[in-house]
């Protein structure tokens, strides 16, 4: 089964600081990726995603992520952050595999982020 | 574009009542999902649905039902609610290697 961690609950990181929020996956076969972000009492909002090609891809409000095969892994980043990220993120995978539970879209539990002025 | 409509977005049921979370798109997706986020914690797949017809269970299905009859529409369906489905519930759609895009959500409390 494919599966996503998120090791981090919590994450502060100072204003005009560079930010990490960390997300490993396994999956059978290759795999789709995805990172959303919840604000308080709102629905998912989708940031960006690794489908195929180069391996740093950019999203929305800045941020960024680096697929790394080898370390199955594809950590979010924004080089400056804002008080205004400041929400939960989410990672989530898919397997490229389109049959059986490779179809779910699986989440990892998610790392609220605090960006402090 | 409406994108992922929920319906309602609070209730209170009851234990033991039933009740029905409307899911609709308008963006021809075939897949959807249902998911339940307890406080503090992640999102759970219930159901999901890779087109008209097609539904398969996710990780906690147990107590809930789906159909989906057209590409549009993909209601999830409680039977006999139990304190423990207390949660907010999210409906999301996507195209096969595409993001999702998320409803707002229905804040659901069992009595």
């Known amino acids: 089964a494919q599966s996503v961690a998120q090791p981090e609950d919590q994450v502060n990181v100072a204003e005009g600081n560079p930010l990490t929020v960390k997300c490993t996956y396994s999956?059978?076969?290759?795999?789709?990726l995805f990172w959303y972000v919840q604000y308080p009492n709102r629905g998912l909002q989708f940031l960006l995603k690794y489908i195929t090609g180069d391996n740093l891809v950019k999203g929305s409000y800045g941020f960024e992520a680096e697929f790394n095969k080898s370390q199955t892994s594809f950590h979010l980043k924004k080089p400056s952050a804002l008080v205004s990220d400041s929400a939960l993120y989410f990672c989530a995978v898919r397997d490229r595999e389109s049959s059986g539970s490779a179809r779910q879209l699986t989440f990892g539990s998610g790392t609220q982020l605090t960006v402090l002025p | 574009n409406a994108g992922v409509t929920q319906t309602p977005k609070f209730r209170i049921l009851k234990i033991g009542q039933s009740m029905t979370l409307q899911c609709t798109q308008d963006?021809?997706?075939?897949?959807m999902y249902w998911y339940r986020q307890d406080p503090g914690m992640g999102l759970k797949l219930i159901y999901y649905s890779v087109g008209a017809g097609i539904t398969d269970k996710g990780e906690v299905p147990n107590g809930y039902n789906v159909s989906r009859s057209t590409t549009e529409d993909f209601p999830l369906r409680l039977e006999l609610a139990a304190p423990s489905q207390t949660s907010v519930y999210f409906c999301?759609?996507?195209?096969?290697?595409?993001?999702?895009?998320f409803g707002q959500g229905t804040r659901l409390t069992v009595v």
């Open positions: 999956v059978s076969g290759n795999p789709y």
């Open positions: 963006m021809n997706h075939n897949y």
């Open positions: 999301a759609s996507s195209s096969q290697g595409d993001g999702a895009f």
